[in-house]
């Protein structure tokens, strides 16, 4: 059974950084994608990075291009998303979530529980 867990929220102020990171047990398959996914209040979840196990290749949402990070430590089963220059917008849970290659569409299949990120102005 795969379970991720995410950790790293918190309450930043406006200009400031946090890394989140994501442990991922249980998988038993080694073609896959991690991604981290944002809902704020009110607002549909949203996607935000995602990044391929093997070869590393990374995507982003474009309002977090270049203030944002997506990582992994493939010896650990951790995948992290470092955010600088945070801004209240950013205020959300986040949550990381995992899918396997060959599963049409990117369809993420399993996912954590979240952590809130809260950026004051």
């Known amino acids: 059974q795969v379970h991720v867990v995410e950790s790293g929220g918190g309450l930043v102020q406006a200009g400031g950084s946090l890394r989140l990171s994501c442990t991922i047990f249980?998988?038993?398959?080694?073609?896959?994608?991690m991604g981290w996914f944002r809902q704020a209040p009110g607002k549909e979840r949203e996607f935000v990075a995602d990044?391929?196990?093997?070869?590393?290749?990374?995507a982003y949402e474009g309002s977090v291009k270049g203030r944002f990070t997506i990582s992994r430590d493939n010896a650990k089963n951790m995948v992290y998303l470092q955010m600088d220059s945070l801004k209240p917008e950013d205020t959300a849970i986040y949550y990381c979530?995992?899918?396997?290659?060959?599963?049409?569409?990117?369809?993420?299949?399993?996912w954590g529980q979240g952590t809130q990120v809260t950026v004051s102005s």
């Open positions: 979530a995992v899918v396997r290659q060959s599963t049409p569409s990117r369809s993420y299949e399993y």
């Open positions: 249980g998988r038993t398959f080694s073609s896959l994608y």
């Open positions: 990044i391929e196990w093997s070869g590393g290749t990374t």
